[in-house]
């Protein structure tokens, strides 16, 4: 993707309250032992961990190495990541084998999402997590003696990817953490962490960018002109990596845009000629032989359109645009088939399917049901 953010607090995209906030905590002595940053992809939540752990290092060391601090190479800075066996790691995966990745990852990809890292590592048809090597791994980091006499600082990224085993034996070292150790945990979605651990953890709730703060961020590093990137910042819906890949690249929502209008018109189809359905049949099975990850992207691109067709339908053209890329579509049109009495059951067929996705479900089964379930909420009249 190739966009740079440091990782200083001044640097950062938006929360300035936020940012302050941590930092006067830090100022004024007030650092909890265990922290869980909790945001949405793309909202900067691991950025502003990252520049937290960075500014307690620099504030409580006597003589703090900066040079090895926006490498994200300092040895009182501890990262850990889902991970699995590549080409290049192929047994007992461990974050500290992969920091190499990490540290070009983080520097190209600051709001990067979990996809993005499989992709950095080789890894994207794989179910990365953090296992029970890590912690194991993390234990003995710990017990060596901080290489400045400050704060040691774990950090660790998509938290809720932690397995069992290595969920327990975190469990403990957050009940009885070493001297000057903070723990910063990250998440998309806490609800996956054991309670035990959230229970133990100070909460710091990362929201959505503001469209303000994403449209000056797109203007200041990509160069764009301004109402290019309101339109991009209003498709993103605060989610900053989003925003950089309609920036760099529009081949996979080119490919996701004449997936959406080819199921949409077999959808349609339906009605007239019962031979659509074996084209419904035929586009399920190309869908669900795509990996996992581009399944699930796929599907959130599908619930923008539909938002975005709402929004359209009921007059809120302030709101509201063409989100789709293909010719000869006529969004105006298909907008009108989206209301009140069907987006709520789409949404949610959708979003069911999204977790059947997760979960290893059988693609061609989650895409056929979904398509039959299209075809039906698609032709049902406004209430």
């Known amino acids: 993707m190739g966009y ?48 937290y752990a960075q500014r307690l290092i620099t504030f409580t060391s006597k003589n703090p190495d900066e040079k090895l601090i926006d490498p994200l190479a300092h ?7 889902p991970v699995a066996a590549n080409d290049k790691i192929k047994k007992h995966p461990v974050s500290s084998l992969f920091l190499e990745e990490w540290r070009a990852f983080i520097k190209a990809q600051p709001y990067g999402n979990l996809f993005d890292w499989y992709q950095e590592i080789n890894i994207e048809n794989k179910q990365g997590q953090i296992g029970v090597d890590e912690a194991q791994d993390i234990i003995k980091s710990l017990a060596l003696k901080s290489y400045e006499g400050g704060y040691k600082i774990v950090i660790v ?11 327990n034996k975190l469990l403990k070292l957050v009940e009885e953490p070493p001297a000057k150790t903070v723990f910063l945990l990250i998440a998309e979605d806490d609800g996956q962490i054991l309670d035990t651990i959230r229970s133990r953890c100070q ?67 339906v009605k007239q000629k019962k031979s659509a359905v074996n084209d419904l049949m035929v586009w399920s099975l190309e869908v669900s032989k795509t990996g996992r990850e581009t399944q699930k992207r796929f599907i959130q691109h599908c619930l923008h359109i539909f938002r975005q067709a709402l929004l359209k339908n009921y007059g809120m053209n302030s709101l509201a645009f063409d989100p789709l ?27 069911e399917a999204f977790i059947h996705v997760s979960r290893n479900g059988n693609p061609k089964l989650i895409w056929t049901d979904l398509s039959l379930d299209l075809t039906r909420l698609i032709h049902k009249k406004a209430s």
């Not at 990224?157 to 969920?167: H, L």
């Not at 002109?225 to 309609?246: E, P, S, T, W, Y």
Request: proline share 3%.
């Open 75 to 81: 040895p009182d800075i501890h990262f850990i990541f």
């Open 157 to 167: 990224w998509m938290a809720e990817k932690m397995n069992a085993a290595a969920s």
């Open 4 to 51: 740079l953010c440091s990782m200083r607090f001044e640097n950062l995209i938006g929360h300035f309250k936020l940012s302050e906030q941590l930092q006067r905590d830090i100022s004024d002595g007030r650092v909890p032992h265990a922290q869980l940053f909790v945001g949405t992809e793309g909202s900067g939540a691991l950025p502003l961990a990252i520049a």
């Open 203 to 269: 909460y710091v709730r990362v929201p959505h960018l503001t469209q303000t703060d994403m449209v000056k961020a797109l203007v200041d590093q990509f160069e764009l002109d301004k109402i290019v990137a309101q339109r991009i910042a209003v498709q993103a819906h605060g989610n900053f990596n989003k925003a950089a890949d309609l920036v760099y690249s529009d081949s996979e929502e080119q490919l996701f845009d004449a997936w959406f209008v080819q199921w949409v018109r077999s959808a349609f189809s």
């Open 325 to 351: 890329t293909t010719d000869g579509f006529n969004f105006d049109k298909f907008a009108a088939f989206i209301h009140e009495g069907n987006i709520i059951p789409i949404r949610e067929a959708l979003e």
